[in-house]
């Protein structure tokens, strides 16, 4: 049991992943979480009011279940199969992170800096959350697909689009990390 606490090497991760990509192309499907955004609208009535979201919801059922796997193994892995010692990130980050005064996220996904109930009360923060939001969720269906439907999916199918997606997003968090990110916080 203790082989599935903490996290797993690349080699073991990437070769299921690997497998799940191979199994969903011999089942004619495509990998993407963004998409369910899509479907869920349409299942909710969406489509009485945009075009968008008239087409047949009930062909992506399959990726609602993946959606609800994905929500229900993070919950198992992080009550049942973690060490308890949370998300690990570099002491060098961490050193930035305190330059911009953001306190070190210690085991957490993000810093109570960005999501604590403090936060939520700073004007500046929730316009940085909305317009962060707003960009990604822009950003997702211009480039028609999410990064782990593009370096997942489009990537191990060969697609150009993917790649320059992928490109695009890696240079973007760069920008991010390390141009304007710096800019906000300092």
Partial sequence: MYSFYGTWPWYISGFIIGLVM????????TFGMSSNLRTMCSVLGAGKNCDFFR???KSQRWNLVVVLGAMIGGWIAVNYLSDGS????????ITELQEMKIDAPEGK??????AGAEAIQSPK???ILLLGGLLVGFGTRYAGGCTSGH?????SNLQLPSLIAVVGFFIGGLI?????LPLIFN
Wanted: hydrophobic share 60%; net charge negative; charged share 10%.
């Fill in 22 to 29: 191979l199994l969903l192309i011999y089942f004619g499907k």
């Fill in 55 to 57: 087409f047949d919801w």
């Fill in 86 to 93: 949370g998300v690990n990130i570099s002491t060098q980050t």
């Fill in 109 to 114: 996904l993000l810093p109570e800096t960005l």
């Fill in 125 to 127: 923060i929730i316009a």
């Fill in 151 to 155: 370096a997942i999916t489009g990537l």
């Fill in 176 to 180: 991010m990390s390390w141009l304007v």
